[in-house]
C-alpha cells in the first residue's frame, strides 16, 4: 500500500480497449490513490502475471453464494467480493466504480477533489428514492431501517467502518440488494454522507441499454459527466477535452 485510499475497479472482461482503460484511470491517480481492479474470472480467466503494471483482486462469481441477488442473473451484487477485498486491503477510503463508466471531466481532478473528503459515504444522488421504479426492492424482507433510499452504485466512496457496518447488517439480513443498502442504512444510521452532485458532477446513468448511453456520450456529453453504460470501450474519448 502506497497511499491510504483506493480506487478499485469492478470488471468481468478484457481487451485491448478496456486494457487501455484501466492504464489510463491508474496512471492518471497514481499520486494520488492506490489502484485495483476486481475482476470476475467466472466467464473469462486471466493470468494477473500478463499485466505485471496492474494490480488484481480475482474473484469467480459463480462460487460466491448470494451474489446474484435473489438468484437473478440481472442483477450481481458485486458489494460480495468488494467486502472480500477490503477485509484483505484495509483502507480508510475506497473509491469503487464499475468498468463501463466513462466520465467526460478530468479523472484526476475529480479523483484529488474525492480523495480529500472525510466522510463516510458519498454516492450518485440522481434518481435517490427507493420507490418500486426499481425492481430489486421486491426482494426485500423484514427491512429493519425506517425509510428505504436507492443510489445507483456505478460509482460510489465509501470509508472502512461505514463498509465494515454494512457487512455486519448483511449477515443478519441479505435480502436488501446493494444500490438499496448502501444508501438505506448511511441516511437511517447518522452516518456523515456526501453526494457527487454537491461538487457539480452530473449524472446519466442506469441499467441501460447501452446504445442509449453511448449515444449520449458521444453525441450529447456534456462537462463533467458520468455515463454508464459504456460498453464500446472504442469510443472513449481521451483527448482533447479529457487531456490536461
Known amino acids: 500500500m502506497q497511499h491510504p485510499n483506493c480506487v478499485v475497479v469492478v470488471i468481468h472482461r478484457m481487451d485491448q480497449g478496456m486494457l487501455h482503460y484501466l492504464r489510463f484511470l491508474k496512471e492518471e491517480i497514481s499520486e494520488l490513490m492506490d489502484f485495483c481492479i476486481l475482476f470476475d474470472c467466472h ?4 493470468d494477473p502475471s500478463d499485466y505485471p503494471d496492474l494490480r488484481f483482486h480475482l474473484f469467480d462469481s459463480g462460487s460466491i453464494k448470494g451474489f446474484f441477488h435473489g438468484g437473478h442473473p440481472r442483477i450481481p451484487n458485486p458489494l ?12 480508510k477510503h475506497y473509491l469503487v466504480m464499475e468498468g ?10 475529480f479523483v484529488r477533489k474525492i480523495n480529500g473528503l472525510a466522510c463516510d459515504y458519498v454516492h450518485i444522488a440522481t434518481d435517490l428514492e427507493g420507490d418500486p421504479r426499481h425492481w430489486p426492492c421486491q426482494y426485500i424482507k423484514n427491512n429493519p431501517l425506517p425509510r428505504l433510499y436507492f443510489a445507483w452504485c456505478h460509482i460510489f466512496y465509501a470509508g472502512q467502518r461505514f463498509l465494515a457496518d454494512i457487512e455486519a447488517f448483511m449477515k443478519e439480513n441479505d435480502t436488501i440488494y446493494y444500490e438499496f443498502l448502501l444508501p438505506s442504512m448511511a441516511y437511517n444510521r447518522g452516518y456523515y454522507v456526501r453526494q457527487f452532485e ?34 464500446n470501450t472504442s469510443i472513449i474519448k481521451y483527448q482533447p477535452l479529457w487531456q490536461h
Open 80 to 91: 460480495l467480493p468488494l467486502l472480500e477485498f477490503t477485509g484483505q486491503n484495509p483502507y
Open 100 to 109: 463501463d463508466l466513462v466520465f467526460t471531466g478530468e479523472w484526476r481532478s
Open 198 to 231: 454537491n461538487f457539480g458532477y452530473r449524472f446519466e446513468v442506469s441499467w441501460g441499454p447501452a446504445e442509449v448511453y453511448e449515444r449520449k456520450y458521444v453525441e450529447e456529453a456534456q462537462d463533467n459527466t458520468f455515463y454508464h453504460p459504456i460498453k
Open 43 to 46: 466467464v473469462q480467466k486471466l
